[in-house]
């Protein structure tokens, strides 16, 4: 663990704030010669390579990295842009970088998160350690990184430009400290987090976490099948013609947003969605102007600027026969919501109610996170619409099929099967 810097201060708790990296701020990389001589560098540098990535999530449409940070001893800390290498594609092709890197361990932090978008521009990690997931099987009781720095190593990390659209050019400088201090003690949290699943009997299980994120984890999910349904609001539309409205004006909403790459919610918020569905309802009717312009939202500046667009969408809503409409509750499609599973599963519910509470005392028993020791979705995969079984070797065959690592398959069969017949 490192010793206290002098760039650290001192806040009026007396916590040390780290403050600057120690080897002060690094130009952003954009260029290829700058490019070149980070790989090289870090391809000569020892140990396993921190490594974060920026993005613009609230700000633009794509999920792209605008940023990424890597740190490695002897190598020191480089801050890439990876915009600049994109040369007219959608992502810059960085498997340069990547293979400079070879199979060194990457340290990240919430490694779900920056995985997908590394992937798109040709960076994945042959082995990582994901500090924030060693620090829920260790059930610490804070799992952001700027808790479990000050926990582990007595130092805050100020967070404030986490939310920060980095899509800005240039970056301001105090944004670049920011992003160089995320990765300045990933190597010393992350041996702290050694020691604790050491003495835990975790270190093993974290490996196969770490593991399956490698093989797994570079990967989106899936989009969804009607992704409108999650507008906010939606609850109080009642019909299907108020809720063609809402699919409507949020299709036209999210081709504006991809064509400008421009965050959905800053053309137009969920709300005004609603609220116009909702009017549409009782007045069935297409708005004008004026109508438009009074619900809030829509009289914004950039939402102005679409006004025929949005007017198209429910003029063709209204057009539509109500076979076309989409009903006010979502079809089923694959597994529902334990929930729901009483009155038209009952079997699966009494089986639900059984072994839930059968996972959550093995989970604390081991001191995890319950979603820790078997993900949910992988429970209600189980457990829903499915045949009786006496069998470990089944329930087991049946986790793995659904992603379960060994350690969970070992924790959670004994407990599954003893509570999985009433």
């Known amino acids: 663990m490192s010793e206290t810097s002098q760039d650290e201060t001192t806040d009026r708790d007396d916590v040390p704030i780290l ?43 794509s999920p792209k990295a605008y940023l ?39 340290i990240l932090h919430a490694a779900s998160q920056d995985l997908p978008c590394l992937a798109e521009v040709g960076l994945a990690p042959a082995r990582l350690f994901d500090t924030e997931l060693a620090a829920r099987l260790l059930n610490l009781p804070r799992v952001n990184l700027g808790d479990l720095t000050e926990a582990a190593l007595g130092v ?26 995320d990765v300045e003690r990933l190597d010393d ?3 702290w987090l050694i020691g604790r699943l050491e003495r835990a009997g975790k270190l093993e299980w974290a490996h196969q976490e770490f593991d399956h994120l490698v093989a797994t984890g570079s990967s989106r999910n899936p989009p969804l099948s009607d992704p409108w349904r999650r507008t906010s609001g939606l609850h109080a539309v009642r019909s299907p013609l108020g809720m063609g409205v809402v699919r409507a004006l949020w299709y036209a909403r999210d081709s504006l947003a991809a064509t400008e790459d421009r965050s959905p919610g800053r053309i137009l918020n969920d709300r005004a969605i609603s609220e116009l569905a909702r009017r549409v309802e009782t007045t069935r009717a297409v708005p004008d102007r004026a109508a438009l312009r009074a619900v809030p939202g829509f009289a914004m500046r950039r939402a102005a600027r ?14 539509l026969p109500r076979t076309d409409l989409p009903p006010r509750q979502a079809e089923l499609t694959g597994v529902p919501t334990p929930r729901t599973w009483e009155a038209r599963w009952p079997e699966s519910y009494a089986r639900w109610q059984r072994v839930r509470p059968a996972l959550v005392e093995v989970a604390e028993g081991v ?7 078997l ?17 470990a070797a089944d329930v087991a065959a049946r986790l793995v099929a659904l992603g379960a690592r060994p ?6 069969v004994p407990a599954i099967l003893g509570a999985w017949v009433g």
């Open 68 to 106: 990424i940070q890597l740190r490695r001893a002897g190598a020191g800390t480089r801050l890439i842009d990876p915009t600049a290498f994109e040369a007219g594609q959608p992502r810059a092709d960085l498997s340069a970088l990547g293979r400079g890197l070879g199979d060194s361990e990457w």
């Open 19 to 61: 403050a600057t990296p120690a080897d002060g701020v690094p130009d952003v990389i954009d260029s290829l010669d700058g490019l070149a001589e980070a790989i090289e560098a870090l391809a000569g540098g020892t140990g396993p390579v921190a490594v974060d990535t920026e993005r613009a999530h609230g700000f633009r449409y």
């Open 306 to 319: 679409y006004e025929s667009t949005w007017v198209a969408a429910v003029r063709d809503t209204l057009a």
């Open 367 to 373: 001191d995890v996170p319950v979603e820790n020791l």
């Open 375 to 391: 993900s949910p979705e992988a429970v209600r995969r189980l457990l829903w619409n499915s045949a009786e079984t006496t069998d």
């Open 189 to 191: 949290l992350e041996a």
């Open 156 to 181: 805050r990390l100020l967070k404030e430009h986490s939310a920060a659209d980095w899509s800005r050019r240039p970056l301001p400088p105090e944004w670049l400290t920011y992003a160089a201090l």
């Open 407 to 412: 350690w969970q398959v070992e924790l959670s």
